[in-house]
DNA sequence: CCGCATCCCTAAGGATACTG
DNA sequence: CAGTATCCTTAGGGATGCGG
């Protein structure tokens, strides 16, 4: 793990490239919000609290196996609270946190930018698998 | 994959909420710049083209085996273009296209909001692993 | 120098069945 | 309802060695 911050004489050409700084530090958090289902989650929480099989149905597809694991890895990194309330059937509320919440604006800033350019990408991959196949 | 948008009647509480659309797309992007090593590909290369060896150098960690096939994902999806120059040894130049490099902004915008949060993250971390392993 | 091919091991993730 | 536990299959990814 280094990302060399000097010598950055090597190429400089054509962007301004104001970053440089805490690249290391972006990749596991892109990875923990990256997965599979947790930005799903985080979108659907960002319209009020859900319950375990209300989240389960709204988001589709997912197992209560990876909910649950993915929940929990939300909830580790404070993104998330988990509510019980011990009634007879049991009831549990999920809720995004200050700072889940906070996420959701740089989110939805690539949510924009996602769909902005969904096509162009799709046909990048078409276009691409079409050259490849015909060697 | 549903991801229902009529029913938002379920709950609707604390945030304003203006999502809603677009979240399953976004999901299958984030996993492929969310991967390992993709973002981190993007921002060195936000600093201008550069060669295989020197993005492995630059990055540091990867394997050959994995740049190349995050760098073969990138230009598949139209991100990065790759420039053979058939001299001896060969030259292989990869830079971002004008849409690898559209998605340097929305990236920063995470950039910044993992690192502004990212002593808060650990230290959540740390506080549920510690109550986790008391039981 | 670039990168493909191979081997191999681990983690991710779905399906199903069972508990408080 | 809200999980936990188990099984099993696949994808991710490192190490190494060869070839243009």
């Known amino acids: 793990m280094s990302l060399a911050h000097k010598d950055v004489t090597a190429g400089e050409a054509l962007p301004p490239a104001p970053d440089h700084a805490g690249c290391t530090r972006v990749a596991p958090i892109l990875q923990r919000i990256g997965d599979k289902w947790s930005i799903l989650i985080v979108m659907v929480l960002g319209g009020g609290p859900r319950r375990f099989n209300e989240l389960k ?38 809720a ?32 691409f698998d079409r050259r490849a196949e015909a060697e």
Chains 1, 2 share one sequence.
């Open 57 to 94: 149905r709204q988001i589709g597809g997912i197992s209560q196996r990876m909910l649950t694991l993915s929940l929990r890895g939300l909830e580790r990194d404070g993104l998330v609270t988990r509510t019980v309330t011990p009634s007879i059937p049991p009831r549990v509320d999920y």
């Open 96 to 127: 995004l946190t200050e700072l889940g919440d906070s996420l959701r604006a740089p989110m939805q800033a690539i949510g924009m930018w996602a769909d902005t350019h969904y096509e162009t990408i799709q046909a990048a991959r078409a276009n």
